[in-house]
T-cell receptor, first 117, second 113 residues
């Protein structure tokens, strides 16, 4: 089956630093990738839609200057949390939608646990 | 504004019995619904889906029922197995927005021996 990886799987950083999270589709091409965040015991909230070769589309309430998204190739999207603060601590999950996929063919990465001290 | 709700945060079912997980939605623009299973510190994995033109879809032990008039869907797992213990999320996609998922709040299912 299709595999999506995320790196790192967990990261601890100091407040004020920036953290980059990578999302890769390993065996398929993905024109579209999605970034979600999940707080403990809460739902996955869509943050943004990442489209290869164009600017990301952010959901309401998500600061695009704080959460920088780059979809440089058909297999890689990155999320950079800039000037991270403790309230940014969360579980970040990406998903990749195959270029020729059907609507239920959205594959999720294993997630990245970010802890900001 | 939580457009997809799972009112039961947890559910405990005995092995071999039926597990019924419920989901309600408010947005009438949703026309495709999915159920995902999630283990801690992992991404969700797709289980089963249903289009709004249907009221039932079955795949092995998993059946999803959709009641459009009530804006309600449910996932039935029969028979329940210990390996089914996980958090289950329902998700919905509005018409015309391919794959843009809105997730419910999740229900933790525990299947006991």
């Amino acid at each position: 089956g299709a595999v999506v990886s995320q790196h790192p799987s967990w990261v601890i950083c100091k407040s004020g630093t920036s953290v980059k999270i990578e999302c890769r589709s390993l065996d398929f091409q993905a024109t579209t990738m999605f970034w979600y965040r999940q707080f403990p015991k809460q739902s996955l909230m869509l943050m943004a839609t990442s489209n290869e070769g164009s600017k990301a589309t952010y959901e309401q309430g998500v600061e695009k200057d704080k959460f920088l998204i780059n979809h440089a190739s058909l297999t890689l999207s990155t999320l950079t949390v800039t000037s991270a603060h403790p309230e940014d601590s969360s579980f970040y999950i990406c998903s990749a939608y195959p270029t020729s996929g059907r609507v239920n063919e959205q594959f999720f990465g294993p997630g990245t646990r970010l802890t900001v001290l | 504004d939580q457009q997809v709700k799972q009112n039961s945060p947890s559910l405990s079912v005995q092995e071999g019995r039926i597990s019924i997980l419920n989901c309600d939605y408010t947005n009438s623009m949703f026309d495709y619904f999915l159920w995902y299973k999630k283990y801690p510190a992992e991404g969700p994995t797709f289980l089963i889906s249903i289009s709004s033109i249907k009221d039932k879809n079955e795949d092995g032990r998993f059946t999803v029922f959709l009641n459009k008039s009530a804006k309600h869907l449910s996932l039935h797992i029969v028979p329940s197995q210990p390996g089914d213990s996980a958090v289950y999320f329902c998700a919905a996609i509005p018409a015309g927005t391919a794959s843009k998922l809105t997730f419910g709040t999740g229900t933790r299912l525990q299947v006991t021996l």
